[in-house]
Every structure is written in C-alpha cells, then in structure tokens.
C-alpha cells in the first residue's frame, strides 16, 4: 500500500503542547522528505515543516520556527512533529505528506503528492 497515518492530534490549551506522529512503515515508494501542512477552517493548506528522508536536514515556516521540531525515527518508520508554545492560531487539521519527486526542502504543498488523512489540533482555554 501508498499509506501515511497521522496521530496525536487532539485538544490542548494555550502554551500546551502535543507530538504528532506520521506512520510511513506501509509507505512503499520511495521519496525524498515528509512534510507536515495544516489546514485551519476556511484557508488553505499552509506549510509548517519538513525533514529530508536521507540527513537531517529540516525546513521550518516563520510561523512555528523555535516552537515546533520535526525529526524521525529510522526504525519505526515514523515521522513526528513536536509542538510546544501552541497558540489558537496553530489550531488546524495537520497532514503529513511524501515528496516522491526529489524537490526542494520547503513545505510548498503541490511536491508533496503523497498525503495522509490529518489529525485535528485545536489549542484553546
């Protein structure tokens, strides 16, 4: 199967934080980065983060730069993102999504083409 499974959203209050989890061990193509995107009701999707599937080499949007780490395990075939200082306005339904297409390390959304079903992340008191 082509299949990435996002986990760990959930309800949290401002400052919390939470640890999503993409499950690529039934992802049987070969790609070059997982990105993390996220869609809040009514705008478009939004780049957040992406790790190279080769190094560890990561990309951040302004917006969650010092407040959110993606990294990966090797092993379980997961990659997660850890966020931490969330604020309402991080509340949004996160994907995660496979670059096959060996394009740049940056959360543009169309070299993504591989995408999971999202996990929802709301932050408020």
């Known amino acids: 199967q082509v299949q990435l499974v996002e986990s760990g959203g959930g309800f949290v209050q401002p400052g919390g934080s939470l640890r999503l989890s993409c499950d690529a061990s039934?992802?049987?193509?070969?790609?070059?980065?997982i990105g993390w995107f996220r869609q809040a009701p009514g705008k478009e999707y939004e780049g957040v983060a992406c790790?190279?599937?080769?190094?560890?080499?990561?990309f951040y949007a302004d917006s969650v730069k010092g407040r959110f780490t993606i990294s990966r395990d090797d092993v379980k075939k997961v990659v997660f993102l850890q966020m931490n200082s969330l604020i309402p306005e991080d509340t949004a339904v996160y994907y995660c999504?496979?670059?096959?297409?060996?394009?740049?390390?940056?959360?543009?959304?169309?070299?993504?083409?591989?995408w999971g079903q999202g996990t929802q992340v709301t932050v408020s008191s």
């Open positions: 039934e992802f049987t193509l070969d790609y070059s980065a």
């Open positions: 999504a496979a670059d096959t297409k060996n394009g740049p390390l940056i959360t543009i959304p169309n070299i993504f083409d591989y």
């Open positions: 790790i190279s599937s080769t190094d560890n080499n990561t």
